[in-house]
Each structure stands twice: as structure tokens, then as C-alpha cells.
């Protein structure tokens, strides 16, 4: 009997072996099948990635085309805006350069007087400079610097900001203006030229513009205006670029 018995417990431990083997084998395939499953949805996800990257390649390939043609677009439109530009500006400096003549030759009938050697004559040698920020040569002039290269020449020292400028000198009302007098604009003040007479002053507007006349009463910011003990200049006007004296003969 315990032969039996030990053989009955040998078939009872290898029927447990193998329900274990079983158990391992049905697990091991329930893996491979998770393991199957994980792979088919990686080479899912990979197909989508690559679809994905080859829109996103194609869609940026457009944007550049299309980022390629609105800068050609750009490009040639601001080519067109320079040349209207430089054509406007001929066209102004043209007309200006005719008011000028048309001004000073009956400067006496306006109540303009450009006295030899005055400030007036000075400024007016620097008609149609180029306004440049900053700038205080004839190279290129902003307003201040245009006050300031002028005066100079007649033994007055300026700042170069036109609110210093309106600090200095003697206060004059509008009806007592005189050639030669400084007029400011603007609250604060940011802006300055030179009274000429009969209604008209020179000055260097702004980027874009040159030294240029024009009219008092169409400025509506006004601010006031001084005078300063200048001397009469000694020589021609310093690197003139026209000669007041010749326009007014």
C-alpha cells in the first residue's frame, strides 16, 4: 500500500507540475499576445508619426513658399514706395526751391529783409538740407541744430534742444517779430525755426524733409518766440549750399 500510495502522490505532484506549466505557458502567451498587441499599436503609432511628419514637412514647405512670395511682394512694393518717394521729394524740393525764389525776389513787397551778413542770409544759405536727427552741420540738420550752426556764425552759443533754446534770450511778442527772431512750437516745446518776415519762417521740418520756408500763421501750436544779441556774420555763410544774395538779385 505505500507503494501505491507513494505512486498515487507522484501522479498527484506531476499533475500539479503541470497545471503549473499550464499555468505559465497561458501566461507566457497571454504576454506574447500584450507583447503583439503593444508592437501592432507602436507600428500604428509610428505609420500616424511618419503620416503626421510628412504633412507637417509638406505644410511648412508651403508656409515657406508662401512666406517667399510675400516678401517678393514686400520687396517690390517697397521698391515702388522709395521711387514715389524720391520722386515726391524732387517734386517738393522743386516747388520749394521755387517759393523760395518767388519770396525773395519781392522780399520788400512781402516785408521780407534779408540784410547782408544777417541771420536771415545765414539760414537761407542752407535751403533744401536734408533734415537729419541729431544733425547740426549742412550735411543734415534737425531743427534745433539748424538754430544752432546759424546763430553760432553770429557769435551766439545754443544748446542744441529747441526747449533750452526758448530758455535763452530775450521774450518777444507775437506783433513785435523780427527777421532773425526764434520761433517755438508746441507744449512742450519741441520745435524751432527762424522768422524771416512777412508771415514766413525757415526750418528743418522733419525725417524725410529738408530745410525749408513757410508759413507762421499755418502752425497752430505757436509757442512763442526770442530774440538774441546776434552780430553781423564776417564772410560768406559757413559751407553754404545756395547763395541768398544771388536769388534775391
Known amino acids: 500500500s505505500k507503494s501505491v500510495g507513494d505512486f498515487v502522490a507522484r501522479v498527484k505532484f506531476l499533475n500539479t507540475i503541470g497545471i503549473r506549466d499550464a499555468d505559465i505557458a497561458a501566461s507566457l502567451q497571454a504576454q506574447k499576445d500584450q507583447l503583439e498587441q503593444q508592437v501592432g499599436s507602436l507600428q500604428n503609432a509610428k505609420d500616424t508619426a511618419e ?3 510628412f504633412e507637417l514637412k509638406a505644410r511648412q514647405i508651403e508656409i515657406m513658399l508662401r512666406i517667399q512670395e ?3 511682394m514686400l520687396a517690390a512694393a517697397q521698391t515702388d514706395l ?3 518717394l524720391d520722386t515726391e521729394a524732387a517734386r517738393r524740393q522743386t516747388e520749394e526751391a521755387a517759393l523760395l525764389r518767388e519770396i525773395l525776389s519781392g522780399a ?3 516785408g521780407i529783409t534779408v540784410e547782408p551778413g544777417s541771420p536771415v542770409e545765414t539760414a537761407l544759405a542752407y535751403h533744401g538740407v536734408p533734415y537729419l536727427w541729431g544733425g547740426e552741420t549742412p550735411a543734415g540738420f534737425d531743427c534745433s541744430g539748424l538754430i544752432l550752426y546759424v546763430f553760432r556764425q553770429h557769435g551766439v552759443e545754443l544748446p542744441h534742444y529747441s526747449g533750452s533754446q526758448f530758455l535763452l534770450g530775450e521774450k518777444i511778442a507775437p506783433a513785435a517779430l523780427q527777421p532773425g527772431d526764434v520761433v517755438f512750437f508746441g507744449s512742450p516745446i ?6 524771416i518776415g512777412g508771415g514766413y519762417f525757415i526750418h528743418a521740418p522733419r525725417t524725410g524733409d ?10 497752430r501750436d505757436f509757442a512763442g518766440a526770442r530774440r ?17 544774395s544771388s536769388v534775391v538779385r
Open 51 to 53: 503620416s503626421l511628419e
Open 70 to 72: 510675400r516678401q517678393q
Open 82 to 84: 522709395l521711387q514715389l
Open 108 to 110: 520788400s513787397a512781402k
Open 190 to 195: 519741441h520745435h524751432v525755426g527762424m522768422y
Open 210 to 219: 529738408f530745410v525749408k520756408i513757410s508759413k507762421l500763421a499755418a502752425r
Open 228 to 244: 538774441y544779441p546776434w552780430q553781423l556774420r564776417q564772410g560768406p555763410p559757413s559751407n553754404a549750399v545756395v547763395d541768398p
